[in-house]
Nanobody, 122 residues
Framework: QVHLVESGGGLVQTGGSLRLSCSASAIVFSTNAMAWFRQAPGKQRELVGTITTGGTARYVDSVKGRFTISRDNAKNTMYLQMNTLEPEDTAVYYC????????????????WGQGTQVTVSR
């Protein structure tokens, strides 16, 4: 059973923008905090940011001021607005859901999406 589905990835030039979406089943979305992770080629998966069920978001330093996480509870969808993209942002982006925001810091989640590729060209 698929609980999370990402969309919106693609190829963009340096300085451009993309918006990723993560659609969730209603029960997963309403009862879990959400997060975005990414994994670049040859690197470990890293946390990008998180958002609580109440809508409080936090980010890793490398994306602060450029990325914004939001959630639409009516649509059971989380978003990642990415602006001023850099080649270093190239990665497969995954959404995740879990009961505790703190668990995301350890790479732990109960549900994972399949990932969507984001490529930023120089």
């Amino acid at each position: 059973q698929v609980h999370l589905v990402e969309s919106g990835g693609g190829l963009v030039q340096t300085g451009g923008s993309l918006r990723l979406s993560c659609s969730a089943s209603a029960i997963v979305f309403s009862t879990n905090a959400m997060a975005w992770f990414r994994q670049a080629p040859g690197k470990q998966r890293e946390l990008v940011g998180t958002i609580t069920t109440g809508g409080t978001a936090r980010y890793v330093d490398s994306v602060k001021g450029r990325f914004t996480i939001s959630r639409d509870n009516a649509k059971n969808t989380m978003y990642l607005q990415m602006n001023t993209l850099e080649p270093e942002d190239t990665a497969v982006y995954y959404c995740a859901a879990g009961p505790a925001v703190s668990a995301f810091d350890y790479g732990l989640a109960n549900y994972w999406g399949q990932g969507t590729q984001v490529t930023v060209s120089r």
